[in-house]
């Protein structure tokens, strides 16, 4: 949520805008932002409800800036714009990106009344803009279809035996990657699994990350019990994390996105950048990513079987997914597009 905030920011300042951060001082977030330098105020941790104060000093440190939109991505600082908002009235524009599903109705007068103070809402994916419809009692003129934009300059895969011999990867394998931190919601245990029941012996798995920190149980210790268990150990490839992701894409076949749902995979739109297919769990934003199977294969979320039923089928149909129409997909999504499309809608006048 935070790195989409801020390559959304130096987005918009890279094309000419004035752009300001305002968060509280050490956290990721700020210093961040001052590291790329751009310009940041310190602002305190704000309760959920009843930021009046705070949302009266934000007021005045607006008007003194001539600020004229402000955007959040985390709905806890809903209250503080729409206390905002009915300080300033049109002065200000109040933009939310959302980030996460729904997951239950917000038709109730407390919501109502919050959302009523966003001049525009928008979303990643067009079935995050129907949930929003159905579930809210906001103005659907204020909603809008924004995807999550992606940088696609430097999107060019190496070849694949260099990148393979790069990360010591065996050669003639069909090789599934999965990368993310090691955490039981990420979906290594449910890739295990799936490995070991798949038909196909010849898979094999490359897990890139390391363990979440400060965690109870030892989620790679408890992974490495499964391979020995599975006896997948010849099969099953753990390699730690890298900044630079282009020598990991490349040198796998497919990307699993195993996690229960994915509000909006950022890591399917990069794999479909490089030309690589995903087999994703059929829920939250992975359908839509995937043109409902078209670039990629769903299987039942959380479902081992299922996935290792996609992973069978990916081995022997990969060649029919071309990698040329996985990058024309992505094309929709990029960042250049992204912002012209937000210029274009913040130019018009707030929805009443």
């Known amino acids: 949520m935070e790195l989409n905030h801020l390559r959304n ?32 105020t310190s602002i305190k941790y704000q309760p959920k ?5 705070a949302a009266f000093q934000l007021a005045r440190l607006f008007k003194q800036q001539a600020i004229s939109h402000v955007f959040i991505r985390d709905n806890r600082d809903m209250s503080l714009i729409a206390t905002l908002k009915s300080r300033m009235g049109n002065a ?16 109730g007068l407390l919501h109502t009344l919050r959302f009523s103070y966003l001049d525009y809402w928008f979303c990643p994916l067009k079935g995050l803009a129907q949930q929003v419809r159905s ?22 895969a190496l070849n694949k035996t260099t990148a393979r011999k ?52 030892n989620i790679l210790e408890y992974m490495e019990r499964k ?25 796998i076949d497919a990307l699993l996105m195993a996690t229960k749902a994915e509000t909006f995979g950022m890591v399917t739109l990069e794999a ?17 990513l995937l043109g409902q199977g078209k670039f990629g294969i769903l299987f039942e979320t959380l479902n081992p079987l299922d996935l290792a039923r996609a992973m069978d089928e990916m081995a022997s149909n990969s060649p029919q997914i071309d990698a040329e129409a996985l990058r024309n997909h992505v094309a929709a999504f990029d960042h250049q597009k992204v912002c012209h499309t937000l210029e274009t809608l913040l130019a018009t006048s707030n929805a009443q």
Not at 92 to 107: A, D, H, N, P
């Open 9 to 40: 920011a130096l987005w918009m300042k890279e094309r000419g805008h004035e752009v300001r951060v305002f968060a509280p001082e050490g956290t990721p977030f700020f210093l961040q932002a001052t590291q790329v330098n751009l310009p940041c």
């Open 49 to 53: 409800y009843f930021a009046w104060k």
């Open 92 to 107: 200000i524009s109040t933009c939310y990106f959302m980030e996460m599903q729904l997951g239950v109705s917000k038709r």
């Open 135 to 156: 579930m809210t009692r906001i103005n659907p003129k204020k909603i809008h279809h924004l995807p999550s934009g992606i940088d696609l300059k430097g999107f060019n």
């Open 166 to 217: 790069q990360l010591s990867l065996p050669q003639d394998a069909i090789l599934f990657g999965l990368p993310g931190r090691f955490d039981p919601q990420k979906g290594q245990l449910l890739a295990l699994e799936a490995l070991n029941l798949a038909q196909n012996k010849n898979l094999h798995l490359v897990f890139l990350g390391e363990p979440t920190k400060n965690e109870q149980e």
């Open 227 to 251: 391979i020995e268990q599975y006896e997948v150990k010849d099969r099953v490839f753990i390699r730690p994390f890298m900044k630079e992701m282009d020598v990991f894409f490349s040198s």
């Open 272 to 288: 479909l950048a490089f030309g690589v297919p995903v087999i994703g769990s059929n829920a939250g934003g992975t359908p839509e």
